[in-house]
């Protein structure tokens, strides 16, 4: 009979909720309690900050208000880190003893810097020779050479790209015969339509300050959406300069051009600081047979 009378004392014996077996743990004989709040600079609780005594392995989070309990650690002292997403990391050294230790942190505010992240139509980087979209990239000396008033007298040399003008200034590019809603134009990645208001609107966009004009013709272009037919022109303008490791820095250049008979040629100058130069090139138009 001892089986059975086992078995309803185990069926008739009480179940202890878990916050008094909670409570009942932080009134061990020699236990401490660790609690406190969590607070920036200007005195702002910080949710959900983690805090762990590092030696007795116990950790917990800040509620709506900053605050936070631990108990049932024995007495010692025991490194106390605090951490939260936008603060600085904080360990503080503390002795606990008695029933409860209060501590009120304080956390500085960082700025978390993210690795450059490149995002390409590839499984993998692949460089302008060896992809197999028929795509270009004019910058450098190409770049300063083929400069003009507008974006598609730049690229009216370029393989597979014209220049439709009606007018000094005004120009838009021609991707294997089609233009305007068909050319997608991008300015650092953003759309800019204004070629698409008329003939006599040339691309909003400015090519004497460009570090690069990347070109995508062909079908690749369908990534870019419906208005990337004909192909896609992106245009990335320099880093702005700033002054945090230098003085203050001035920029210039000038640019003039004059076409006859066919010739076309474009002077440029420039200057930065107190240093000045100055360069020179020729390039033909379309149709010329040599350049001056």
């Given at each position: 009979?001892?089986?059975?009378?086992?078995?309803?004392?185990?069926?008739?014996?009480?179940?202890?909720?878990?916050?008094?077996?909670?409570?009942?743990?932080?009134?061990?004989?020699?236990?401490?309690?660790?609690?406190?709040?969590?607070?920036?600079?200007?005195?702002?609780?910080?949710?959900?900050?983690?805090?762990?005594?590092?030696?007795?392995?116990?950790?917990?989070?800040?509620?709506?208000?900053?605050?936070?309990?631990?108990?049932?650690?024995?007495?010692?002292?025991?490194?106390?880190?605090?951490?939260?997403?936008?603060?600085?990391?904080?360990?503080?050294?503390?002795?606990?003893?008695?029933?409860?230790?209060?501590?009120?942190?304080?956390?500085?505010?960082?700025?978390?810097?993210?690795?450059?992240?490149?995002?390409?139509?590839?499984?993998?980087?692949?460089?302008?020779?060896?992809?197999?979209?028929?795509?270009?990239?004019?910058?450098?000396?190409?770049?300063?050479?083929?400069?003009?008033?507008?974006?598609?007298?730049?690229?009216?040399?370029?393989?597979?790209?014209?220049?439709?003008?009606?007018?000094?200034?005004?120009?838009?590019?021609?991707?294997?015969?089609?233009?305007?809603?068909?050319?997608?134009?991008?300015?650092?990645?953003?759309?800019?339509?204004?070629?698409q208001w008329g003939d006599e609107h040339s691309p909003n966009v400015e090519t004497a300050t460009a570090e690069r004009i990347e070109v995508i013709r062909g079908?690749?272009?369908?990534?870019?959406?419906?208005?990337?037919?004909?192909?896609?022109?992106?245009?990335?303008?320099?880093?702005?300069?700033?002054?945090?490791?230098?003085?203050?820095?001035?920029?210039?250049?000038?640019?003039?051009?004059?076409?006859?008979?066919?010739?076309?040629?474009?002077?440029?100058?420039?200057?930065?600081?107190?240093?000045?130069?100055?360069?020179?090139?020729?390039?033909?138009?379309?149709?010329?047979?040599?350049?001056?």
């Amino acid at each position: 009979m001892l089986f059975p009378l086992l078995l309803a004392s185990l069926a008739t014996a009480p179940v202890v909720p878990r916050h008094i077996v909670a409570h009942s743990v932080d009134h061990l004989v020699g236990a401490v309690v660790l609690a406190g709040r969590v607070t920036d600079t200007l005195g702002q609780p910080i949710v959900e900050a983690r805090v762990v005594v590092l030696e007795a392995n116990r950790s917990t989070t800040t509620d709506a208000e900053g605050r936070f309990r631990i108990g049932g650690i024995p007495e010692g002292t025991y490194g106390i880190s605090i951490a939260a997403i936008g603060f600085r990391p904080r360990v503080y050294r503390l002795a606990l003893t008695g029933a409860t230790t209060t501590l009120e942190a304080k956390l500085l505010p960082t700025v978390v810097e993210l690795a450059t992240i490149q995002t390409t139509a590839t499984p993998v980087g692949t460089s302008v020779l060896e992809s197999p979209q028929p795509l270009s990239v004019l910058h450098g000396d190409a770049l300063s050479a083929a400069q003009a008033p507008s974006l598609g007298a730049v690229l009216e040399l370029q393989p597979g790209l014209r220049n439709s003008s009606t007018g000094n200034g005004i120009g838009k590019p021609v991707i294997r015969g089609l233009s305007s809603n068909r050319v997608l134009i991008l300015d650092n990645g953003q759309r800019m339509e204004t070629q698409q208001w008329g003939d006599e609107h040339s691309p909003n966009v400015e090519t004497a300050t460009a570090e690069r004009i990347e070109v995508i013709r062909g079908p690749a272009s369908v990534l870019y959406g419906s208005d990337a037919l004909g192909g896609v022109i992106n245009v990335v303008q320099r880093e702005l300069p700033d002054a945090k490791e230098r003085g203050a820095l001035l920029r210039g250049t000038l640019s003039g051009s004059y076409a006859s008979n066919g010739a076309r040629q474009t002077a440029r100058c420039w200057s930065k600081g107190r240093a000045a130069g100055s360069s020179a090139s020729a390039r033909p138009s379309p149709g010329a047979s040599r350049a001056m």
